[in-house]
Antibody, heavy 119, light 107 residues
Framework: EVQLVESGGGLIQPGGSLRLSCAASAFSVSRNYMNWVRQAPGKGLEWVSVMYSDGTIYYGDSVEGRFTISRDNSKNKLYLQMNSLRAEDTAVYYC?????????????WGQGTMVTVSS | DIQMTQSPSSLSASGGDRVTITCRASQSISRYLHWYQQKPGKAPKLLIYGATNLQSGVPSRFSGSGSGTDFTLTISSLQPEDFATYYCQQSYSTPRTFGQGTKLEIK
């Protein structure tokens, strides 16, 4: 079954760091465009970052310089290293696969992992 | 960045109603517009991709239309399981951007 499973969320103090993981099954993270999307409590969806199959990376303005997306092809995992965390980074973080076969829609989503930034 | 604006932000309707949600892009995005459904505590689910294409497994009461800057999602006859929040999203350029969401509630 094609699926994504996130892990690594938790409670972290402001200024701290956290690394999220996204494990893929039945498809390759290295051959797809892989995104991180977040959703603050009671709010809408906010795109965070993408890694293309060729390794090209983009970030949203709110996380640029603080977050780093990466992948481990041998483990078939996507990561999001989050540094200098702020209260406004509190959200459920989803990884999502984007496919050109569907006009670059996000067709596969993980279940999400909650990150809470609070003292 | 391309801004996506949905309307209405919330909508009350009854089972069997026909419902339309609109999404407007701040510039032309051709057909690179997608619709997602999200239920509380769950990940978003792709409904419509490329403005008009029904994702596999999605009921045919869902349909999408539009191109350029103006798009619509229509649910032809609301079922109990359709009460959720709906988001549009563009993939014409990076950053990918979402509309603010439309919460569909039971009247």
């Amino acid at each position: 079954e094609v699926q994504l499973v996130e892990s690594g969320g938790g409670l972290i103090q402001p200024g701290g760091s956290l690394r999220l993981s996204c494990a893929a099954s039945a498809f390759s993270v290295s051959r797809n465009y892989m995104n991180w999307v977040r959703q603050a409590p009671g709010k809408g969806l906010e795109w965070v970052s993408v890694m293309y199959s060729d390794g090209t990376i983009y970030y949203g303005d709110s996380v640029e310089g603080r977050f780093t997306i990466s992948r481990d092809n041998s483990k078939n995992k996507l990561y999001l290293q989050m540094n200098s965390l702020r209260a406004e980074d509190t959200a459920v973080y989803y990884c999502a696969s984007e496919t050109s076969r569907r006009d670059n829609a996000f067709d596969i989503w993980g279940q999400g992992t909650m990150v809470t930034v609070s003292s | 960045d391309i801004q996506m604006t949905q309307s209405p932000s919330s909508l009350s309707a009854s089972g069997g109603d026909r419902v339309t949600i609109t999404c407007r892009a701040s510039q032309s995005i051709s057909r690179y517009l997608h619709w997602y459904q999200q239920k509380p505590g769950k990940a978003p689910k792709l409904l419509i991709y490329g403005a008009t294409n029904l994702q596999s497994g999605v009921p045919s009461r869902f349909s999408g239309s539009g191109s350029g800057t103006d798009f619509t999602l229509t649910i032809s006859s609301l079922q109990p399981e359709d009460f959720a929040t709906y988001y549009c999203q563009q993939s014409y350029s990076t950053p990918r951007t979402f509309g603010q969401g439309t919460k569909l509630e039971i009247k």
